[in-house]
């Protein structure tokens, strides 16, 4: 292939079946008796030293053993180190340590271990467990402590404490403290390869900030590299995600233009100092993004002649054997040698959560560790054949693999180990000390406190489990036997791949429904795909006619005439076209998708989520309706009469539905008035007729008879003439709190009977972010709630209560992150923010944002398109929340600050505002989580997460006081309000005498 051609894409299944992969790697699996018995005995001469080298400083794994992740202490302990150390005021820190320490029983904990890390950490976390007991409120124990030892002492105990756990875990806190401890410890030649620690990056300070600390580091390295060979000097590992705010799929064309730059800058310092230069391993959906920056930068003529360049590769990946494939190909291509990391994976827990909200149809990664255990050593195994071109790099604490690769190898040759600093040195002790020709090279973590949380954590998480090789290999009652045990017997047929526990995204919800079907942006070939779909199904919008006063009147009519069939209809036929609408909907994606788009202005992100959610409406009502319509519920009684409590249809139904979620939300209140069997007439946003009428459409086409499903677009005065319409049995109305008003009041003013409203109107939905928060976290959620949807959800955040001792960094960082979102086309997948719904709300916004400008802060003020209604995010610091008075329906957050001893203060600021719909809160303390949900009736909240997007059946959505009536959507206690209730009581000893009394034998 010539040199200027266009490079390969990287073309893998992005999540393939976990059995064929088992099939081919158990056949590929070479293995011989004598081969198995020489790996058994290394491996048990590993463990024998694991579990006899429990050394006075201490180890890692001595406090992974002492404090398992499966005791209290042990999850108390993580939630600890996470978060206390950014904590920059007592009071708050003073809460949290008994908060945590309340969750164990430090001062009771029994040390097993003799080193010295141990020993100290325990100590000073029992003295504070012992001053600090349970059950006592902060104030109280402070209180009491001022006569004892004082809260200084107990806060500084359990810093301390923290603070040596970290000091484990890091080589330094800045790398010139890292390149002096690694001289004084590597008398003996070890190598090492530096981590610079920290989040990804979040804002463009935030990448440069990461760009200058690598590029000093690289600096520093080499000034001390010494002239020892390429293979043998050390190294530096680089995150991708760290080097730019927004490394993600959709930002493929900025990403490649601003990030590549950058990292083949790095890589020319890396190569001048002839160093080690690894890209580091990101999530699933971002691996294709990294190799194409990692190739872009391969392909760079001034790095030609210089082997120190490479990639980490996660065996837990279904990919990773492609990955090592695809980079091989490279190095043909380029003629270059590279060195490839093999790791087993980080981010395990973090992908099946991402795969089962996404909806896809299977996990990038592998559910069972034997699988991940398994492919590791078929990668290993490729790797050693690739070996010269590619220098293979085996990253493990698990004896057991450790001698399976040394086994695979055959010699000593062109590969080495590695280990993370404060962990494995028995494991490679032992081995070096039986083969002194073996290389173990040291990866060391580098950075303050503030950057070691995530990194601990991870730590924590990955070698603190039961199930993890280091707990097991720790615990003297595990038999050595049980650790030698191969993945393939573990595993067993290839049928049993999976994790038997853990479902398959679309069945997250069985055996009651199937979860909807979404997509992965990072699957390059399945994004592509629906992009094609989307723009093969775009036509041009039909102009929609609106309805007459007498249209609307002659619709109720209809529908009134259509009731009596469909209300006697089988609740099991009502649910089949339900079924069937959501089969169509997941059919016909493209084509909604296309509606939105080009109807409502959203963007791909929104449309996806918006289809799925419609689905998920559909099958959720379906299954509940099953359950409640059916023969009913027999209640008890006397002997001799059977009572039974069921539910029918109430009449005609009006379903008025806003602009938002001019699919999701339409089809919602459509779809449950029909499962209680109702009649509907449905009357959708003036602003999106075309997405309602294609929904009636598929409706009609799933079973729903025209007569029971009447369809009446117009304005406001059209809903008014509904809503006073005679026979009209009931309203569900989803919109603004004066428009519910409204309708509340011309039903109340009707003769006849008095029929149900059902509202979901906004709010100003708040956050409070205390001291304990971790600022990217919030960061990702505020932006996301704020401003994802040009902020036109009812959910969306609008007053941001930001703890004042941490609102300098948190507001800046949310400013930052919002600056780099993307205004435009919401045709293109890259776009985050499209327009707002129309000029009219454009004008109010704008109006808004002026008024905001003289009179607030302005912490952020982005720029948008001047053609079309777009409105750019802002971010406004108010001194008081009382400037706040009423919702404002687009992308402008407000920000207040609050002292942490006014909580109560800021909850009755809240409470007071009558709104209740939606709450967040981001806090590691459980007591103050508990404070304010006690506090604050809100509909839905929302704990160190976004406040959007309710999942149907899993998060119920819905508010109460100014924010609605209730029962909540996509809840069990919505449809029951759409029906009657009808009790059939029978004297069934009417006939003669209570024959099935008399029937009864002693």
């Known amino acids: 292939m010539p040199p200027d051609s266009p490079l390969p894409a990287f073309d893998a299944a992005y999540a393939p079946d976990d059995a064929t992969l088992a099939a081919a790697l158990i056949a590929a699996m070479p293995r011989d008796p004598a081969g198995e018995a020489r790996i058994d005995t290394t491996a048990t001469g590993l463990i024998a030293a694991i579990r006899a080298g429990d050394h006075h400083l201490g180890s890692v794994e001595a406090m992974l053993r002492e404090y398992a992740l499966s005791t209290r202490e042990g999850l108390a302990l993580m939630v600890l180190a996470e978060a206390l150390l950014r904590v920059p005021d007592a009071a708050t820190a003073d809460a949290f340590i008994e908060d945590r320490l309340g969750q164990g029983d430090f001062a009771h904990h029994r040390i097993k271990s003799d080193a010295l890390l141990v020993n100290a950490s325990a100590w000073a976390l029992g003295l504070s467990a012992r001053v600090v007991q349970a059950g006592d409120t902060p104030q109280s124990t402070l209180a009491a402590l001022a006569k004892r030892i004082g809260a200084p002492a107990v806060r500084a105990a359990t810093r301390q404490a923290m603070r040596l756990l970290g000091n484990h875990f890091v080589l330094g806190e800045t790398i010139d403290d890292a390149l002096a401890r690694a001289q004084a410890h590597g008398a003996g030649g070890a190598r090492y390869s530096y981590d610079m620690l920290g989040e990804g990056a979040r804002t463009q300070a935030d990448a440069e900030r990461y760009y200058a600390s690598y590029a000093r580091a690289i600096e520093a390295i080499g000034r001390t590299a010494g002239n020892a060979p390429l293979q043998a000097r050390p190294g530096i590992s680089v995150k991708l995600s760290a080097l730019h705010p927004r490394f993600e799929a959709v930002s493929h064309d900025r990403v490649m233009r601003e990030l590549t730059p950058r990292l083949i800058e790095l890589a020319r310092q890396a190569k001048h100092h002839d160093l080690g230069f690894t890209v580091d391993a990101e999530e699933a959906d971002r691996l294709e993004l990294s190799l194409e920056v990692f190739a872009a930068c391969l392909a760079d003529p001034s790095l030609k002649g210089w082997d120190g360049y490479g990639l980490a590769v996660q065996a837990y990946q279904k990919r990773a054997s492609a990955v090592i494939d695809h980079v091989d190909a490279l190095a043909q291509r380029f003629d270059r040698r590279l060195m490839l990391r093999l790791v087993k994976g980080a981010y395990w827990d973090t992908e099946i959560k991402r795969a089962q909200e996404r909806g896809l149809d299977d996990y990038p990664v592998f559910t069972r560790k034997a699988m991940t255990d398994l ?242 409406y559909c099958r959720y009502y379906a299954t509940e309706g099953r359950r409640l319509f059916g023969d009913g519920v027999v209640l008890p009684g006397p002997t001799g009469e059977r009572n039974t409590l069921r539910l029918r249809g109430r009449g005609v139904f009006v379903a008025i539905s806003p602009w938002n979620f001019p699919l999701a939300i339409f089809l919602g209140q459509v779809t449950a008035a029909l499962m209680a069997g109702n009649a509907v007439v449905a009357k959708p946003a003036e602003q999106t007729p075309v997405v309602a009428e294609a929904a009636v459409r598929l409706l009609h086409e799933s079973g729903v008879p025209r007569a029971a499903l009447q369809l009446v677009q117009g304005d406001g005065a059209i809903g008014a003439a509904l809503v006073a319409h005679r026979d009209v049995a009931g309203v569900v109305f989803t919109g603004s709190t004066e428009v519910a008003r409204a309708i509340n009041r011309a039903l109340a003013a009707k003769d006849g009977p008095i029929v149900p409203l059902i509202a979901e109107t906004g709010g100003i939905n708040t956050m409070i972010v205390d001291a304990t928060a971790l600022p990217e976290q919030v960061a990702d959620d505020v932006v996301a709630s704020a401003f994802r949807s040009a902020g036109q959800r009812c959910s969306a955040l609008r007053l941001l209560f930001v703890q004042d001792d941490v609102a300098d960094r948190m507001i800046e960082m949310i400013a930052g992150s919002a600056r780099e979102l993307t205004i435009g086309d919401p045709r293109d997948p890259a776009t985050h923010i499209g327009p707002v719904i129309d000029a009219e709300a454009k004008a109010k916004l704008d109006a808004h944002a002026a008024k905001m400008t003289r009179e607030a802060s302005v912490q952020f003020a982005g720029t948008a398109p001047t053609q079309g209604n777009y409105v750019a995010p802002h971010v406004f610091e108010l001194r008081d929340a009382s400037h706040l008075t009423e919702e404002v329906f687009g992308p402008i957050l407000h920000v207040v600050r609050y002292k942490a001893s006014d909580l109560d203060d800021v909850l009755a600021t809240i409470a007071r505002s009558g709104y209740a719909l939606t709450l967040g809160v981001q806090s590691r303390i459980d007591d103050t989580v508990a404070r304010i949900v006690d506090r604050l009736a809100i509909g839905n909240v929302y704990v160190n997460r976004n406040i959007i997007g309710a999942v149907v059946g899993a998060q119920p959505f819905g508010g109460s006081g100014l924010s609605g009536t209730g029962p909540k959507a996509g809840g069990p206690h919505y449809l029951p309000r759409f029906a009657l209730e009808q009790t059939l009581s029978i004297n069934t000893a009417a006939a003669g005498g209570n024959a099935a009394l008399l029937s009864e034998q002693d």
Not at 460 to 467: I, R, Y
Not at 480 to 507: S, T
Not at 554 to 565: E, H, L, S, T, Y
């Open 375 to 616: 492919n590791y050593l078929h990668c290993a195994d490729k790797l050693l054949r690739l070996r010269p071109r590619i220098f293979p790099q085996f990253a493990s604490h698990n004896a057991l693999t450790v001698a399976s690769v040394r086994e695979l190898a055959g010699d000593s040759d062109g590969y080495e180990f590695q280990r993370l600093h404060g962990m494995g040195e028995a494991l490679y002790a032992r081995l070096r000390a039986e083969h002194p020709e073996l290389e173990c090279r040291i990866y060391a973590p580098v950075g303050g406190h503030r950057d070691l949380l995530a990194y601990l954590v991870r730590r924590l998480l990955e070698n603190g489990a039961n199930s993890s090789f280091v707990a097991q290999a720790g615990d003297d009652t595990v038999p050595v036997a049980e650790l030698l045990r191969r993945p393939e017997e573990i595993i067993g047929a290839p049928n049993d791949a999976r994790h038997p526990n853990i479902p398959l995204p679309r069945d997250l919800f069985q055996p009651q429904r199937q979860n909807s079907r979404g997509i992965e942006f990072g699957d390059r070939a399945a994004l592509q795909r629906l992009v094609s779909e989307i723009d093969a199904a775009r036509r041009p919008l039909p102009r929609i006619t609106p309805a007459t006063p007498e249209d609307a009147a002659a619709a109720i009519v209809a529908a009134r005439d259509g009731f009596a069939d469909w209300s006697r209809t089988p609740a099991d036929t009502r649910a089949a076209a339900l079924v069937r609408a959501a089969d169509l909907l997941e059919q016909r994606r493209a084509n909604f998708i296309a509606l939105l788009e080009d109807e409502a202005g959203k963007t791909l992100d929104d449309c996806v989520a918006e289809v799925r959610e419609a689905v998920d």
